[in-house]
């Protein structure tokens, strides 16, 4: 009777936790939305999503930020791309053809979890060091690269946790069927975690467009359209920056402008995610 009464004190107490917990993280989202939204739509205009900066547009001048949010969708899709193309196939290939080999297995998330916690300014600043020695200047194409770096640990573990939950039968069952490892992997193992395999690349792709530290020295900034690989790309974190430090308060004003526009193209990202998801789940296999 004692026994029943402590579990059940337990099993209160840890909802309650949880309750608690999802309350606080609930208020402290809606709490970032409002501010974003309040003080940031005043400011917002067809003439800032569409021009890019006149002169003085950083002291209140015309124009807009067009250029931050096409270089922001170029920088992020790009590096979500290579990491896609990298990482699906190491995770299939940890799950699938090294799934005996534990040890070796368990270095590899090890190694990649300790990757996931390095600071971005650390990769920023390795892009930043390479470039120097290949000789390379701030461009497009180096900010691809250095995200791609960022992201690419996030897009395995989050992938590889996913292809976790497959039941080992279906892989049993697919051998002995007489298919091959890679046909096992992509016809089986993926199309069973195409919604989560969106999930993780939808989590890679807010990390690569939302983040700043490590585009500060590799990708540069520029008030025009990137038309080449090579050149100066502006991105929407750091037009947030410049306009934040700004002394004028028009300007700060404009910057919670491209806060939600940004916060905008994420939540569009995770509605196109999210219908994917659906659209694909009748591939899944129940067990």
């Given at each position: ?186 016809k089986v193992f993926l199309k069973q975690c195409i ?13 690569a467009i939302g983040d700043a530290a490590s585009v ?72």
């Amino acid at each position: 009777m004692k026994k029943s009464k402590l579990r059940n004190a337990e099993e209160l107490f840890f909802r309650g936790v949880m309750i608690l917990s999802s309350s606080v993280i609930g208020f402290v989202l809606v709490l970032i939305l409002w501010s974003i939204v309040k003080r940031g739509f005043p400011a917002l205009s067809w003439e800032m999503i569409t021009q890019t900066p006149k002169g003085g547009f950083y002291f209140g001048k015309e124009g807009g930020i067009a250029n931050a949010i096409v270089g922001s969708l170029y920088v992020a899709s790009g590096a979500t791309l290579l990491a896609m193309i990298i990482g699906i196939p190491v995770s299939l290939y940890m799950n699938v053809n090294l799934h005996k080999r534990k040890k070796l297995v368990t270095a590899i998330r090890f190694l990649l979890d300790v990757m996931w916690g390095i600071p971005s300014i650390v990769y920023g600043a390795f892009g930043f060091t390479i470039m120097i020695f290949f000789g390379m200047h701030s461009s497009l194409l180096a900010g691809i690269l250095t995200i791609t770096l960022f992201i690419l640990p996030i897009m395995i573990r989050s992938i590889d946790e996913v292809l976790l939950s497959v039941p080992k039968g279906l892989m049993e069952a697919s051998y002995s069927l007489g298919s091959t490892e890679s046909e096992t992997s992509y016809k089986v193992f993926l199309k069973q975690c195409i919604s989560g395999v969106t999930t993780a690349v939808l989590l890679s792709f807010g990390r690569a467009i939302g983040d700043a530290a490590s585009v500060l020295f590799t990708t540069g900034y520029t008030d025009h359209m990137p038309t080449s690989l090579m050149q100066p790309t502006a991105t929407l974190p750091l037009a947030i920056f410049f306009q934040m430090s700004s002394p004028i308060a028009e300007v700060k004003e404009r910057a919670y402008a491209s806060a939600l526009i940004l916060t905008f193209i994420i939540l569009l990202i995770s509605i196109i995610a999210r219908i994917i998801s659906i659209r694909y789940q009748k591939h899944k296999i129940k067990i």
